[in-house]
């Protein structure tokens, strides 16, 4: 039952935001968001879809099962299962790491977005682990993020400390900074660089003030 009233506000949401756009009505920051990550669960479901037609089309008693992309069939064929047992709605959780994230495709400053995690009781997303980094680095090497180049993430400068720490304490590990940074050219904040940088999904400092990249919360399971 629990199931289905979701997947029920669900469609009613969808249809709400199709009658606002039909009629000229603009869109709340957080209806934004949530149209940009509809757009990214039906790329993962496509690409599920196309994965599981490969696997169909085998021959019986030659089908094998990619390893390498468990964990991520895990975590789109049982996303309603989870969200139920222990992530808030619309937040998915990893199952390797056990952490409820959601990306927001909303685009604000790295204060206004430690802020707004913070007043949902999250916090920005914190990679001070680095089992949980390079997970993470994983993750998000599959989802679209059309519109920004990097995703704002829980680390900033500490000029009481002169170097770069997470929201937890710790400090930013060298072999997680991407080519040449930090470079502290004015940029004081954290992101993880999706389009930045060779190679990408790294760590780089970026400018506290621009409101130009999505942000990552997180609630730990």
């Known amino acids: 039952m629990q199931v289905n009233m ?17 009629f000229g009505v603009p869109l709340l920051d957080e209806e934004k968001s949530l149209l940009g990550e509809i757009k990214a669960k039906i790329w993962l479901l496509e690409q599920l879809v196309k994965k599981r037609t490969e696997f169909c089309n085998q021959t019986p008693g ?17 996303e309603t299962d989870r969200q139920d047992k222990s992530c808030p709605f619309f937040y998915d959780m990893d199952p390797v790491t ?33 089992k949980k980094f390079d997970r993470f680095r994983e993750i998000l090497s599959s989802v679209p993020l059309d519109g920004s180049d990097a995703l704002q993430v829980g680390f900033k400068y500490s000029v009481m400390d002169s170097k770069f720490l997470w929201l937890t304490g710790k400090e930013v590990e060298s072999n997680t900074w991407g080519k040449n940074q930090p470079n502290l050219k004015g940029e004081m904040c954290g992101g993880i660089g999706i389009d930045w940088g060779d190679p990408p999904l790294m760590l780089h400092d970026a400018s506290c003030n621009q409101e130009r990249l999505y942000f990552i919360c997180e609630q730990e399971y």
């Open 62 to 78: 030659t089908r094998t099962v990619d390893n390498n992309d468990n964990d991520n069939d895990i975590a789109l064929s049982n």
């Open 6 to 22: 979701k997947l029920f506000v669900a469609v009613v949401f969808v249809l709400h935001l199709l009658h606002s756009v039909a």
């Open 98 to 130: 056990g952490i409820c994230y959601r990306i927001y495709h909303i685009k604000r400053t790295w204060a206004e977005a430690r802020q707004f995690c913070e007043r949902l009781n999250q916090r920005l997303l914190v990679l001070d682990d680095r």
